[in-house]
Structures are given as structure tokens and as C-alpha cells.
């Protein structure tokens, strides 16, 4: 073990008699579930079932979701497996109770001390573990590696700060990468920098590019397109802060009658975008307090969690948030994934900052199924085009759909590279 990694465990061991104090000054603050307080310190929820589990882990809401696929094709290929799913927000565990298949568990992942960590494992006695994205906890990947479970490390990606950061600790991240059994990055870039921080890499895929279209409440959808009427639907999805005033004046010279509707990447930031809207002097509504749509309402603030299926559902053009910070002069967010809209067959625009999804950006682009727009007068003349000529906003979203079928390659791949990791059929539970 490397001198930084010893250092890492000794210090964490010292800190961690602080945690119960801090994780109830958390769950105060809203941030930590209080009932399940017990699970960051590696205290189980539940009984460990019989026979062997698989454990997936993704740290918030994007991670969590991504692993939804994954669960479903482990599910339907090894029913004999019990499924442990772990994540570290009250949001992302608020979005699973309602998106996990029945059967599936679903833990807090313990905070990072050497107790916490033993106490999860001894617990849960996992076949395999699988990580997300860049979940490099050292005293977990060590502790699973002391205790011989195979682990993964999938759909990974390192920033370029990210690995700076760890290139100053090379002996520990070439420790820590050695760890795992199977490591996927999901783009070209996150590869290279994992195998010059020593991992060695088996391929590349990348979770958030498979999955089924997102779901919805056919009743609410049901409800809003009556209530919304003969009007076009422009969505704008997981916008954030200076966003929504942004597409408001932008959108504005727009000539057909249209409800806008503003889902923010942020539920709890409703009641902010609803002030910004009354300073506007714009008429709205906002569906986290019932408010109904009629002919008067401009603006929908959708306002809630895990609808965002039924509101793509709803558009006749959807404009992704997270994307225009180059045009407000704002430090860059890096974009939201257009496959969501794209699997639905919506049109879909985007603003210059598509850092986040620049292969799916790119590969959208190339199809004619995404428009990267450049201002506000761009933004406006294009919806507007897309709102003048359905033929062609039909069109594109077929394009969307057809693109995003072929992205969705993925998981198959990530299937075929994890069946020699999971325990063979019939092999009982896992000591």
C-alpha cells in the first residue's frame, strides 16, 4: 500500500468517530435521510437474503439511473442473483424507491471509514461489486479487494482536474485502479487518462447511452394535454440557474401560440424560477403546488421529481439545459444527456456547451437529429422553423430515435465483459 493510501486509512480512521455527528447535522439540513442515518455507517436496512447478490453502485441521481438498464438486463439473464443497488443522496434514493423493479435492494453507501466499510461488506457479503462512473473511495476498493470480490469499475469517467489531481498521487490511484477486475471507460478520453494513471482498460461503454425511453403517468398526461390544448409544447429540460430568463426573452418573438415548460435540473429551485416568473410579469403555474394550466398560463414550471418522461412526452420541441453558459458568459455545466428526448423521437436543440455528451452530441449532430444553437436569436429561428414545418420536426425526431437506438449498443457490450465476473448459476451465497 502506498504511503499517501496508509496515510488515507489512518486519517479516515480517526475521523470517522465524527461521522455520526455530522450525518445527523446533514439529515437536519435535509440532506440525509434520518430514518436511514444507520446506513452511512455501514449499518444494514434489512436482512442479507440467501443466495449470491450482485452490488451496483452509482454516487447520485445521473449514476443511479444509468444503472437502471443494467439492472433490468441482470434481472432478466440471472434471476437467481439478488440485486444490492447503492447510492449516496436522498434525491437519487427518493428517485429509485419509484424506478427499481420489485426484488431490487436499495442501500446508502457508507461513508468511507475502515468500520463503516467492514460493517457493509461482513453484511452484504457481495459476489461482485460494480462502480459507476468515478467512485474511487480508496477504503472500499481496498476492503473488497482484501476480502477476494471481484469488482468493476464501469461507464467510468475522469475529468481532466480529476486526473491531475490523482497523477500527483500516482502510486495510490495505480493502486486503487489495480483493484479492479474489469474497467470500461465510456469515452476515448476518460480512457486514456485511466491508463495513464495505470488501469489497465477493457474496452469502452457507456451507461447512460443504453436504456428504454424514460416513463410516465399516462392519466397526468392525459390531464396536461387537455388542459394545455391545441397550443405547441416547448420544453426546456434540466435548465439551470440564468437559464430560464434566458430562454424566456429569447423565446419570446417566437409568433405561434406555445406553452413553455421549464423543468429544472433542480426541483427545489421552483419557487425561485416561479418569483422570476412574477417579475416578469409572466402567467404561470407550478406543478409542485397543484396549479392548474388553462388557456392563460404561459409557463409551466414542472417542478417535481422523476417526471421528466412525461414532460419530453408532452413537447413538440425540447431545448436541453446545462448547455448555454458560453452564450450567458457563465462557467460551463457541460450539458444534460439528449439521448432522453432522443429515444422519444422529439426534436431536440442544444446550446455550444456539450462537454458532457460531446460523442452523443456529436453523433445526434451528424444525424440531423440535434441543432446546437449559438444565441438567442438562433434559438428563437429555429424553433420557430421546427414549430412552421411538423413534416420536418417529425423527421428529425425519427432521426433522434433511430440514433439513439444504435448508441444504446452499450449495454450489451458491458454484458458480455461482466458474465465471466458474476458467479456461475446454482453457486449458492458467497462467503
Same mark, same amino acid.
Request: hydrophobic fraction near 45%.
Given at each position: #500500500? ?12 480517526? *475521523? ?16 440525509? @435521510? ?60 427518493? *428517485?429509485?424507491?419509484?424506478?427499481? $423493479? ?19 461488506? @461482513?453484511?452484504? /457479503? ?54 479492479? @477486475? ?24 457507456? *451507461?447512460?447511452?443504453?436504456?428504454? $425511453? ?25 435548465? /439551470? ?21 421549464? !423543468?429544472?435540473?433542480?426541483? @427545489? ?6 418569483? !422570476? ?6 402567467? /404561470? ?34 431545448? #436541453? ?52 444553437? /449559438? ?20 423527421? #428529425? ?17 458491458? #454484458?458480455?465483459?461482466?458474465? $465471466? ?11
Amino acid at each position: #500500500m502506498s504511503l499517501a493510501l496508509h496515510a488515507y486509512r489512518q486519517i479516515t480512521g480517526l *475521523l470517522e468517530g465524527f461521522a455520526p455527528r455530522l450525518l445527523a447535522a446533514r439529515a437536519r439540513a435535509g440532506r440525509e @435521510d434520518p430514518a436511514r442515518v444507520g446506513e452511512r455507517l455501514g449499518a444494514a436496512g434489512r436482512p442479507r437474503p440467501p443466495g449470491p447478490l450482485v452490488w451496483l453502485h452509482g454516487v447520485s441521481v445521473g449514476e443511479t439511473l444509468s444503472l437502471l438498464p443494467l439492472v433490468a438486463s441482470l434481472q432478466a439473464d440471472r434471476p437467481d442473483l439478488t440485486l444490492l443497488v447503492t447510492s449516496g443522496t436522498a434525491t437519487s434514493a427518493n *428517485l429509485l424507491a419509484e424506478r427499481l $423493479p420489485a426484488g431490487v435492494i436499495h442501500q446508502f453507501i457508507p461513508v468511507d471509514g475502515p468500520r463503516a466499510v467492514a460493517a457493509f461488506l @461482513d453484511h452484504w /457479503h457481495p459476489a461482485l461489486g460494480v462502480l459507476v462512473e468515478s467512485e474511487l473511495w480508496p477504503n472500499l476498493i481496498l476492503a473488497a479487494r482484501n476480502r477476494g470480490i471481484p469488482m468493476a469499475l464501469v461507464s467510468a469517467r475522469v475529468t481532466e482536474s480529476t486526473h491531475r489531481s490523482w497523477r500527483r498521487l500516482p502510486g495510490a490511484a495505480h493502486t486503487l485502479l489495480g483493484g479492479f @477486475d474489469l474497467v470500461l471507460p465510456q469515452d476515448a478520453a476518460s480512457a486514456a487518462r485511466l491508463a495513464d494513471l495505470g488501469a489497465r482498460i477493457d474496452g469502452e461503454a457507456n *451507461l447512460k447511452l443504453a436504456g428504454d $425511453p424514460l416513463p410516465h403517468d399516462r392519466a397526468a398526461f392525459a390531464r396536461l394535454s387537455e388542459a394545455i390544448g391545441d397550443r405547441a409544447v416547448i420544453v426546456a429540460a434540466s435548465t /439551470h440557474p440564468h437559464e430560464e430568463v434566458f430562454l424566456l426573452r429569447a423565446l419570446s418573438i417566437v409568433p405561434q401560440a406555445f406553452c413553455l415548460v421549464l !423543468l429544472p435540473r433542480h426541483p @427545489d429551485r421552483g419557487a425561485e424560477i416561479a418569483a !422570476l416568473l412574477t417579475r416578469e410579469g409572466r402567467a /404561470h403555474a407550478v406543478r409542485s403546488r397543484d396549479e392548474p394550466v388553462d388557456a392563460g398560463v404561459e409557463i409551466y414550471v414542472a417542478d417535481t421529481l422523476g417526471e421528466m418522461g412525461l414532460f419530453l412526452r408532452l413537447a413538440d420541441v425540447v431545448v #436541453m439545459g446545462g448547455s448555454f453558459a458560453p452564450v450567458l458568459g457563465r462557467p460551463a455545466v457541460g450539458g444534460h444527456n439528449p439521448l432522453e428526448p432522443a429515444r422519444l423521437g422529439k426534436p431536440t436543440l442544444s446550446g455550444p456547451d456539450t462537454s458532457n455528451w460531446t460523442a452523443v452530441a456529436a453523433l445526434l449532430t451528424a444525424r440531423g437529429a440535434l441543432r446546437v444553437v /449559438h444565441s438567442a436569436i438562433e434559438l428563437a429561428e429555429t424553433v420557430e422553423a421546427l414549430l412552421e414545418d411538423p413534416v420536418e420536426a417529425r423527421a #428529425m425526431g425519427e432521426r433522434a430515435r433511430r440514433a439513439a437506438a444504435e448508441a444504446g449498443a452499450s449495454l450489451g457490450r458491458l #454484458m458480455q465483459a461482466l458474465t $465471466p465476473l458474476l458467479p456461475p448459476p446454482g453457486g449458492g451465497e458467497r462467503a
